[in-house]
């Protein structure tokens, strides 16, 4: 299966775009944990931060998924 040198290139992107900071703990991480915790305190900036790391992962969860399945019942 081929997919799409862009999407690879894109997809690479996100992942460090997702886990930076890599120490101590990555910060999607952390704010998932958070979240799974109740959110208690998460301000404004928190939610916005958590979608600036977050959004582009699930961008290319999405893309990746369309590839896949275009490929798959093609």
Do not use: Y
Not at 1 to 28: C, R
Request: glycine share 12%.
């Amino acid at each position: 299966m081929k997919l799409d040198k862009s999407l690879w290139t894109f997809g690479a992107l996100t992942i460090v775009l997702s886990l930076m900071p890599f120490f101590p703990e990555p910060h999607l991480w952390g704010k998932l944990k958070w979240l799974a915790g109740g959110a208690v305190g998460m301000k404004t900036i928190d939610w916005l931060d958590m979608i600036f790391h977050g959004g582009p992962l699930f961008i290319f969860l999405f893309l990746f998924g369309m590839q896949l399945g275009k490929k798959r019942f093609s």
